[in-house]
């Protein structure tokens, strides 16, 4: 695959890095892994296998041999040559023609069939910007850069062969709502809060800062204090977690988030709704509500179920 | 011992309730975490701790399959507290002593001057002092494989610096928060840098990645430059 052009932050991401929080190693992998994954599946890949995670900008693709492509995700226009290419749908790409991917709001996800051929460094071939190791040589993609890509699977060579079109008649199911709006469960020092501080996180209306990045969403709005001040121990944190430094400005942790941290958590963005929060960018309003613990899981359950339903009709449909 | 979610898919065991000693109540955390990896808990795909806590990770529907019937909470609960009662309050695994070699040379310990300021010693006498202590590794975070070693003499307990550097080098040996680290790869930093050691304490290569883990014992060594470049080598 060679990248014509890479746009401003196009990186190399599977589903993650899991099982070395306990080193320092962040998760990295695609903000919102269940686009990833949908977008695998559209192309007869394994669910966590590397694909592009676009940003902002304009890139353009151009492969070797013929490939199927899809891509899940923010409002991006992408094209197979002339043709204009829906997210959740597949497409057949032939070596000649070039994939332009136009970024017009939030992140994007796009897989290849066969998937991106990076090493797989500590279980995952996601970029980790901070550490610069693991996807393509430890960063962003430039201009130029030539990525090899794996063979295509035979699941994929079947869904190809079958398409009369250049575009799938079928697609994924929409798992995402486009809401600004994050389902929250209680944070750990939810209680220490004061009440004021707690009803107004939520119900005010946060707007996204600009040095928001991978790392974080930083929040800017109504200031939120702590009941109880002195500095706590830095303690393990997941991402999504909703940190209150000194300053009273929320930050939300994403994906290249810190493993431990000593900010009081107010509340923590539910699993399935960071799918959500990975499309929010500089300037967007964001509101919370809060739900319960059990209800958090239903979706995520749920979630899980949906995407495990689509796997199996791809597979039965293309047996 | 308290448990709490972080979260959908973590929870938190917060050990504080039963020690006031910060030494005694890292090793409890090391040995619970210790024993929490040994006793494999269906869905629980990584443990991770700090000075008084330890973060279990899992794969929801994996617990959920493993729970049969029962709630999450409870079978976590049940899981978590029966794998700690086996394992008793001490860690079963071999303490690793490592010793890393420090240059202190001016070039490297960027402010030796301000922490001998501070604390009203001689830079030698700071540097005296940092050798002489014995530390254990709290955890590792902050970036991959930065240690925060818990056990630095209490004259060098001395707040961040007023304005965080942008880039501290790779391998710059820091003092903050009562504490002393290492930073493994290059980034922006706050702490106080004193010197910096030519041995690699993070490399995605490798597994385990990092040199040091929590619980290690670590103790410093003096190098002159001419060292720390054979070393670099």
Not at chain 1, 270 to 282: C, E, G, K
Not at chain 2, 54 to 65: E, I, Q, S
Not at chain 2, 204 to 219: E, H, I, K, S
Request: net charge neutral; aromatic share 6%; proline share 5%.
């Amino acid at each position: 695959m060679i990248v014509l052009s890479a746009g401003f932050q196009t990186t190399v991401q599977d589903c993650g890095r899991v099982g070395f929080r306990k080193f320092g190693v962040t998760i990295a992998g695609a903000l919102d892994s269940v686009s990833m994954r949908l977008a695998n599946l559209l192309v007869g890949n394994e669910d966590c296998a590397a694909g592009l995670e676009i940003a902002t900008g304009r890139v353009r693709l151009q492969f070797g041999d013929e490939r199927l492509i899809a891509w899940c995700g923010g409002e991006f226009e992408v094209r197979i040559g002339n043709i204009s290419l829906p997210p959740l749908h597949c497409a057949r790409i032939a070596p000649d023609v070039i994939c332009e991917v136009q970024a017009k709001r939030g992140r994007a996800w796009l897989a290849i069939s066969g998937g991106i051929d990076v090493p797989a460094l500590l279980k995952s071939r996601s970029t980790d910007l901070r550490a610069h190791f693991g996807g393509h040589c430890g960063r962003a993609l430039r201009d130029k850069d030539e990525l090899q890509l794996y063979p295509s699977s035979a699941l994929a060579l079947r869904i190809g062969s079958e398409m009369t079109d250049e575009i799938s008649d079928w697609g994924a199911p929409q798992l995402t709502a486009r809401d600004r709006v994050l389902r929250l469960v209680e944070g750990r020092q939810w209680e220490q809060f004061t009440e004021d501080s707690r009803a107004r996180f939520l119900s005010g209306t946060f707007s996204v800062a600009m040095n928001s990045d991978r790392m974080g969403l930083r929040l800017e709005g109504e200031e939120i204090s702590i009941a109880k001040t002195g500095e706590l121990p830095s303690e393990p944190i997941a991402p999504g977690a909703i940190q209150i430094p000194r300053n009273g400005a929320p930050i939300i942790l994403l994906g290249d988030g810190q493993t431990i941290g000593g900010y009081p958590k107010i509340a923590h963005v539910i699993t399935v709704d960071l799918a959500r929060a990975a499309q929010l960018q500089p300037l967007d309003q964001v509101r919370f509500e809060l739900i319960a613990l059990a209800e958090a899981r239903d979706l995520l359950l749920k979630r899980e179920r949906d995407i495990a339903l689509f796997r199996v009709g791809l597979q039965t449909r293309f047996a | 011992m308290r448990l709490d979610a972080l979260g959908d898919s973590a929870v938190i065991l917060d050990f504080a309730d039963e020690y006031s000693d910060p030494d005694k109540l890292l090793r409890r955390v090391l040995a619970a975490a210790e024993a929490l990896e040994r006793a494999q808990i269906p869905g629980v795909v990584e443990i991770t701790s700090a000075y008084q806590s330890v973060a279990l990770f899992f794969d929801l529907g994996r617990v959920v399959a493993a729970a049969d019937e029962h709630r999450v909470e409870d079978f976590l609960n049940d899981r978590i507290t029966s794998a700690l009662a086996a394992a008793g309050r001490a860690s079963r695994k071999k303490v690793r002593a490592i010793e890393i070699p420090v240059c202190y040379d001016a070039e490297f310990a960027l402010d030796l001057s301000g922490v001998a300021e501070q604390t009203t010693l001689d830079p030698a006498e700071v540097i005296a002092l940092h050798l002489s202590a014995k530390y254990i590794t709290a955890c590792i975070g902050f970036m991959p494989g930065f240690p925060f070693l818990a056990g630095l003499p209490r004259r060098l307990h001395l707040p961040r610096l007023a304005t965080p550097r942008t880039r501290v080098p790779a391998g710059s040996v820091a003092i903050a928060a009562g504490q002393s680290g290492i930073y493994p790869l290059e980034s922006p930093g706050g702490w106080n840098v004193i010197g910096r050691t030519p041995i690699r304490l993070f490399d995605a290569n490798a597994n385990p990645p990092a040199l040091l883990r929590a619980g290690d014992r670590v103790r410093f060594r003096s190098i002159t430059r001419d060292e720390f470049n054979a070393l670099m080598r």
